[in-house]
């Protein structure tokens, strides 16, 4: 059994019209949310082991509050930014075997598709939302669509 945490970035700053959208920063909120995520997480004793994330600055500081929460390793994965929820199974299916529990931060509407061709349920994901989905697999190249389920959906504000 594998357990795949999907999140969505924290909420990101539209301040500056000129930056490019991979270098959009997390805003107050953002800031804010996401270290808060991270600890929820530990406390409900959430046991990941493994992060990776799109390299968009948005994503990866997101990222980085869980991987500093857990002290496990972050991997930037490029191919997670603007990726559609096919090749987010793909790159979760790529995981290494040794971590039972992994999560993969990135954007939307890439990360609701992923949900849905996961587990077959469609789920909105607002910023720094985190869905957990178990997998029964022994490893993560047998992950396809249709062979998680969805556990629990955490967002900020709940």
């Known amino acids: 059994m594998k357990t795949l945490l999907l999140a969505r970035h924290a909420k990101s700053d539209w301040g500056d019209p000129g ?19 991270a600890r929820r997480l530990l406390d409900e004793g959430v046991a990941l082991q493994f992060v990776a994330s799109s390299p968009a600055l948005r994503a990866i500081t997101t990222a980085r509050e869980y991987a500093a929460a857990f002290d496990v390793e972050l991997v930037e994965r490029p191919e997670l930014y603007a990726a559609s929820g096919r090749t987010i199974l793909e790159v979760a299916a790529a995981l290494p075997d040794e971590a039972s529990v992994a999560m993969l931060v990135g954007h939307n509407p890439g990360m609701s598709d992923a949900v849905a061709e996961l587990t077959g349920e469609f789920v909105e994901l607002p910023t720094c939302a985190v869905v957990t989905c178990s997998v029964d697999v022994g490893s993560w190249a047998e992950l396809v669509e249709g062979s998680g389920r969805l556990e629990l959906v955490r967002t900020p504000r709940d």
């Not at 930056?19 to 270290?35: E, M, S, T, V």
């Open 19 to 37: 930056l490019d959208d991979f270098d959009r920063p997390l805003n107050a909120r953002g800031l804010r949310d996401a270290p808060a995520l």
